[in-house]
């Protein structure tokens, strides 16, 4: 066989040797040495008598090796992948070279690099099946059977079937196969039922937080394509498309670099390194899938997609699930954990008294016959007793255990997740749906959050001249020209005509995208002849902290270089020293004709407009000479202010009174003057008409910047509205905020507001105009954009802190009264009234089906009515102490009659006593489970029509235990009861509505129970 292959070997070196040379060009010849090395390689190897150990080899890159080389795709014949790959990962710029750069790994993807791939369906086919699509392997995700076995190693689970397997082993040597295994084989399926259920809702949680995952994932990313800008899914992306970078964005594959200005990113993802790498077409023309574009704009060529990049390696080795734990599931844990220590204790204390008295001769059988008699006793039967002795304590202990503690918080926290992405917005980690019940300020951005994001240029003014809508044909030509020059060459933004050919298609920001349609529509802008007239020397691009952008251009053919800038008008303004008057001549900016700008500014911003300026300087001949790339800042002409108007969004101002009525202030932070700031928040209800900034309600970031750590402590809680803030604002509000105990919650959208986000006790990114990078650092995305959304997660986040509230005063009111009751009737009676059946039927009553029920109440109107809960406020309030105690008491005195005097009262036997102790412990706890759905009003069944699970838990519940009662005889063991006894049964439980009703009227103090026990204990040391 080893001839056979070197003979084909042979023959394919020869006819590779042989091609003539007119066909053989320099990417091509190079391909075929690398065929040829390979080849030869592989002979050598397979002739040698000494083997390699196998773990040498990497079979999935020779793999790759031979087949990119030696069968590349027939439509992309002059490259292939494998040198795709290694160019970028490399860093190779002399290969790159060889292949003529960026323009020849274009030709050889057939990309044109101003017009994109052509896009169609059959195109993105061929490209996927050449080099894959943008998609990489993941980790098979967790089935079911994981999650029993999770289950499984529960200790108390395995002591239970370890009891269980005794129970059934004794039963049928003891009585035979037919009547031994119901005491076992009640357990085993009592016990299968907990772990069923409990394994069912942790994967059910699982596949939620994928789902999550592949919607936080599916990046809208913007690509060229058919000469058309247009987003598309960045699973979607294939190699030779043409994408469109800008400040926040994610690289969404390995590429190079087309053109663009100012380029860097970020790959500490990648490399761990902090400082920014710049990106040019010379030095480092380069860029990496998953790094982030952290300033600058530009172009790049997608090379390789989904496995063929680093990050998708990495990516398919990392798991998406999420072993998170919230800050209310470690206090939970906490209060499980001491409760449990409680249950541990009793169960031990009931297990030694149990085995005392069998042992000392105290019990008897059914047939009041003494169940140990020394030495006369089996050995089969004393193991027999003492396996059923351990049951019933470890059953206690399981009862005892609040395990639904922790799945009550998965399910109302997997609940809330999946309500709250229908109500627009998406979790991204856990803690923040709890954390935002508790918070106490909201600081907001305003464009696009409290309004729509769709500007408008509605007013024009150049000079101290108004330009009406009709009125531009009145402006110097020359005017028109450096405006056009302004607006077309300083801008992200993009002008392309629609597939009908009659419309304009304009993409960018909305800013950028409405002062093009309006220079389109009114300056008659030819985009495409202006970028062709004209080059591009150096850009600043615009970010927060400048607020404006500058572009130098010179016309091809000209010497004459021109200086534009766009930007925050009265920051433009002050760079300026001379205006264009209508006529197109240049006029002195004095001081008074300043002051004239200055009205028209706040004139404009008074009216809730955005203002921008446009400036522009000639450079002279000789700086030009020198070289210079700086863009000039001074002595500049004023062109031209345009007002562009962002209407309020319907509905916010009825969502900040909702927040302000919770107790919750909200605070506006923008990057807007401080005129057009202080209307939009009077407009939205931020702002009261008398409050202005004499009174410290409103302030600009600069003056906030320059108080002292003293005095912004002190004014902080007065501000309102802060305008023409930085970033670097907005973080020292929320770290003032939260040192004074505030719950911060902050809005933002920009690569800037990172850190802002991250301080934030709750970051809350927008999903529309929000940087890929501000959602990374956020905790909630809110996809509309919109405040009223913010308002319903803050809703939200209080329905989950009082749902788990609710939970917890049910589990607990069934804690106290099963512990008690046991432990007395233990001590006094020597037995357990309610079996280790019995018990885990009563476990999965409130553990599992108690935990539905109550976990998914939705919100209500009378959460926004409470103040926020404090950082510290107990879990455990006096009221829920209230409650729960008076319901445990009523349940435990009924029970322990029953248990003591129920044979007597009610003329029956006792196993029927047994089951009335049974019965009425389990319909207690449904009874109770309406008095937990509101922990203060007295009214418990208002809104129950709208809470259809409830319903439907509660009468599951019912019907089970009738069936339980009725008809599983042997397997519960219990007696059938008659219709009197069933209404004596529903006649206590009902007590417990009238009880619940009663004690609410009875006050608590404020200050928590246990603060009193603290400060005793204090005074006594």
Known sequence: MLSVFQAIFHNLESSILDMPASLITKPTQKRWHMAFTTIYCSRAFSSSPMKKPRKNYSPVSSNRVVIDILEPHLCFSKIDQSVLTQIVKQKNVDQLRKYDGVEGLASGLKTNLENGISGDVEDISRRNEAFGSNTYRKPPPKNLFYFVWEALRDPTILILLACAALSLGFGIKVHGLKDGWYDGGSIFVAVFLVLAVSAISNFRQNRQFVKLSKVSNNIQVDVVRNGRRQQVSIFEIVVGDVVCLKIGDQVPADGLFIDGHSLLVDESSMTGESDHVEVDLTQNPFLFSGTKVADGFGRMLVTSVGMNTTWGEMMSTISNDSNEQTPLQSRLNKLTSSIGKIGLLVAFLVLVVLLVRYFTGNTQDENGNTEYNGSKTKADDIINSVVAIIAAAVTIVVVAIPEGLPLAVTLT?????????????????????????????????KTGTLTLNQMKVTKFWLGQDFVNEMGSSSVAASVIELLTQGVGLNTTGSVCKSISGFEFEFSGSPTEKAILSWAVSELNLDMEGLKQSCEILHVEAFNSTKKRSGVLMRKKGENTTNVHWKGAAEMVLAMCSNYYDISGNIMVLDDVKRKKFDAIIQGMAASSLRCIAFAHKQVPEKENEEGKTQIEETCLTLLGLVGLKDPCRPGVKKAVEQCQYAGVNVKMITGDNIFTARAIATECGILKPNQDTASGAVVEGVEFRNYTPEQRMEKVDKICVMARSSPFDKLLMVQCLKQKGHVVAVTGDGTNDAPA????????????????????????????????????????????????????????????????????AAVSAGEVPLSAVQLLWVNLIMDTLGALALATEKPTKELMEKPPVGRTQPLITNVMWRNLLSQACYQIIVLLTLQFKGET???????????LIFNVFVLCQVFNEFNARKLEKKNVFEGIHKSKLFLVIVGVTIVLQVVMVEFLKKFADTERLNWWQWGVCVGFASVSWPIGWVVKLIPVPEKPFFSYLKWRNSKAV
């Open 757 to 824: 986000l991250k301080e934030a006790d709750i970051g809350l990114s927008m999903g529309i105009q929000g940087t890929e990078v501000a959602k990374e650092s956020s905790d909630i995305v809110i996809l509309d954009d919109n405040f009223g959304s913010v308002a319903t997660v803050l809703r939200w986040g209080r329905c989950v802190y009082t749902n788990i509230q609710k939970f917890i005063q049910f589990q607990l009111t069934v804690n106290v009264a099963a512990l008690v009751i046991n432990f007395v």
């Open 413 to 445: 926290l997997a609940y809330s997740m999946k309500r709250m992405m229908s109500d627009n917005a998406m979790v991204r980690k856990l803690s923040a749906c709890e954390t935002m019940g508790s918070a106490t300020t909201i600081c907001t951005d």
């Open 905 to 915: 009262i009610f003329n029956v036997s006792s196993k029927v006593n047994d089951t």
